[in-house]
């Protein structure tokens, strides 16, 4: 081997998790805390509403808390291929309603960021938690990618609902006007 690793691949897993995964609940804590400068859960669910996914608060709910509870899981390796597909469809979400428009770069508001942590809750959802995870520590069976995938479809669904719910309000909306 031409160079030896600093650290193992178990432990760089376990760190990038943990950046990422507390970024991510600080954003949750924003949302459901208003720490932080964040808008607390009613302006979240006020800045749901704008998104135009109905009903808005369940919406504001589930995406805070997925971010929230979903981040603090995802940085200590509790069930990772659930958690990392949350985030995942959290991210896709976030992508598509509040960042696609902008462009990519996170400095006008665009997909950048969303995207880098949603890439990487991705490839952590259909890797093995490693060597320093709760899964691990707990025991836990490793439960693979089919589940990472079977989760992030859910989402998607729900998430594809959600958007046919508000647009279904709009048209109606617009024929009663």
Sequence with gaps: MLVTPVISTDLALALVRAVVGLVIAAHGAQK?????????????????????????????WVSAF????????????????IVAAALTVQMGVAIARAHWAKGFWNTKGGIEFPFT???VAAINGV??????????????????????VLVLVVGVVAYLVGS???????AKTNRAA
């Design 127 to 148: 890797a093995d938690p490693g060597a320093y995870s709760l899964d691990r520590a707990l025991g836990l069976p490793v439960i693979g990618a089919g589940v990472y």
């Design 32 to 60: 459901v805390l208003g720490v932080w400068g964040g808008p607390g859960l009613a302006g979240w669910t006020q800045g749901v509403t704008r998104m135009g996914m109905r009903p808005p608060w369940f919406w504001a």
């Design 117 to 119: 942590l949603g890439a």
């Design 164 to 170: 046919r719910a508000a647009a279904a309000e709009r």
């Design 66 to 81: 997925a971010e929230l509870a979903g981040g603090i899981a995802f940085a200590l390796g509790l069930v990772v291929p």
